[in-house]
């Protein structure tokens, strides 16, 4: 220690002050640190004792810098949820409060970066450049915060922004079985968002690393993967990791909601991450409810999803739109996550595995899919024009199953089988083949319309994608009008249809490959 010996040439006070300043210099500072001890460390869980202030979901430093954070506070033990490799920590390891709660880097510094839940660099060596960090936890804005869901989504797939339509600020769940196109729904609506406003930040959540990967890959070949951020917790990683995955990816996102910009967020999945609560309440001993599940597994949903919302005016008029996905088992909609998440939405998009092994794709099934806010956020055109699809479909299907047994059949239903198998034909529709909104209300009307009746229904798919140079070569009042007003008068829309006309004429009246080859 630094000894202070009077000095008698110095005045009383001189010295007191010529001492002060040798302290000061000494840089002795007393802190006092509570070292806890690990009792047990298995399955990503630790056992810890000797911290009795530390408080629930606190960030705590293990021996060697491993990290965790505090799931349960019981009288005598803490469980610990580990959030890096625990081979390196052992029973009698040192533990200690740091006082803080998770925390993930965010800001325009992650655009483009494949990370961690904890913001730490996947996909090289370079560091992320952060601007903040914010909590992995934050409470969702209050209802006077909220604005209503008004703007659309755009998916680019016809049958979701025709019937199911999304709008900025929603949470809409992605639903079905196994292997079924739900990650291929969310990665297309990402990739249209190519030539909007929109951040997107995709959660991947206990899947396969190759998985992920071609998700990636598909990103950055289609869309634009310097608006994304992906965030990556594969199977491989820690449960713990897993767990705060899809709060450090809300987190991000509402960066930029929060400075006014339009965020979309694709959590996949949440049947995996409900999976991974369970075996961590499980293995900490929480008492086990329905399907074995934690009672606050929707408390745990909830408080997740309500984090999406368009904000007001006041406060810059940001979004953040939710598309959960979720996984059903032969396609048990009763089941506990299922009905819980279905709940917290506002609506699904439910996918039918019959209908994907019949090659329709996307796979939906418009009876068990909605949008509670629908009509709402689509363009006043579209809106118009979709109107008599889904009961035109829905009677179809129900038409097709009777007329498979034979016999005569009316005109008349003769006829809504034409329309049905023209309408099965225009809502199939391949990858990374995302439609324009004029697009789209264009081949609406011209169904409407009857151009396609007299097509043959190969030739429907070839009409879809030619669509967009001849709309652009014929069609350019009207697409300026919709940019314009979001709405088309009756003048336009007969533009519309005479243009599709003509080109399902052009189209129709062409050879078959097979003919013209011969």
Request: with cysteine.
């Amino acid at each position: 220690m630094t000894s202070i010996q009077p000095n008698l040439a110095l005045s009383d006070n001189d010295w007191l002050v010529s001492s002060r300043a040798t302290l000061a210099r000494s840089r002795f500072v007393a802190k006092a640190e509570t070292i806890g001890r690990v009792g047990h460390v298995s399955d990503g869980i630790a056992s810890v004792s000797g911290l009795p202030d530390v408080r629930l979901n606190e960030l705590l430093r293990f021996e060697g810098g491993r990290l965790g954070f505090a799931l349960t506070l019981d009288a005598d033990a803490i469980g610990a949820v580990l959030l890096d490799d625990g081979d390196a920590i052992s029973a009698g390891s040192r533990v200690t409060g740091t006082g803080q709660v998770v925390e993930v880097p965010v800001g325009p510094g992650l655009l483009g970066r494949v990370v961690d839940p904890l913001g730490r660099p996947l996909d090289s060596d370079e560091p992320v450049l952060a601007e903040m960090h914010l909590p992995i936890e934050r409470p969702a804005p209050s209802i006077i915060d909220r604005d209503l869901v008004a703007q659309p989504v755009a998916t680019g797939i016809l049958l979701i922004d025709a019937l199911f339509a999304i709008g900025r600020g929603q949470r809409e769940l992605i639903i079905g079985d196994r292997a079924t196109g739900k990650t291929s729904i969310a990665i297309d609506t990402i990739v249209n968002q190519k030539h909007t406003d929109m951040i997107c930040v995709y959660v991947a959540i206990g899947q396969r690393a190759t998985a992920v990967q071609r998700v990636i890959d598909a990103v950055r070949r289609h869309g634009a993967p310097e608006r994304c951020v992906f965030v990556v917790a594969p199977a491989a990683a820690s449960p713990g990791l897993q767990w705060i995955a899809p709060f450090s990816g809300v987190s991000i996102a509402e960066y930029f909601r929060d400075r006014g910009q339009h965020a979309l967020i694709v959590i996949d999945d949440l049947s995996k991450h409900a999976a991974t609560h369970r075996e961590l309440a499980l293995l900490t001993r929480e008492p086990p409810g329905r399907e074995a599940y934690p009672g606050d597994i929707f408390y745990l949903h909830a408080r997740l999803l309500e984090r999406a919302a368009k904000l007001s005016a006041e406060l810059g008029g940001g979004s953040l739109t939710a598309l959960p996905i979720a996984e059903t088992d032969a396609g048990n909609l009763s089941a506990y996550i299922p009905t819980n998440l279905i709940s917290i939405t506002d609506g699904q998009i439910m996918l039918d595995a019959a209908l994907f092994a019949a090659n329709q794709r996307p796979a939906v099934d418009v009876g068990l899919s909605v949008s509670r806010v629908g009509g709402k956020a689509q363009l006043p055109a579209l809106r118009k024009v979709s109107g008599p699809l889904r009961l035109d479909y829905s009677q179809f299907l129900e038409l097709e199953m009777f007329t498979r047994f034979g016999g005569a059949i009316e005109p008349r239903v003769k006829a809504q089988v034409v329309r049905g198998e023209r309408i099965r034909a225009l809502i199939t529709q391949p990858r990374f083949a995302p439609l324009r909104p004029i697009d789209e209300i264009a081949l609406l009307a011209a169904l409407a319309d009857g151009v396609f009746d007299t097509l043959p229904v190969s030739c429907v798919a070839t009409v879809r994608t030619r669509l967009a140079a001849h709309l652009d070569a014929r069609g350019g009042p009207a697409a300026a009008a919709l940019v314009a007003t979001g709405s088309l008068d009756a003048p336009a829309l007969t533009e519309l249809v005479t243009v599709v006309r003509d080109l399902a004429a052009q189209v129709g009246a062409a050879p078959a490959p097979e003919a013209a080859s011969t």
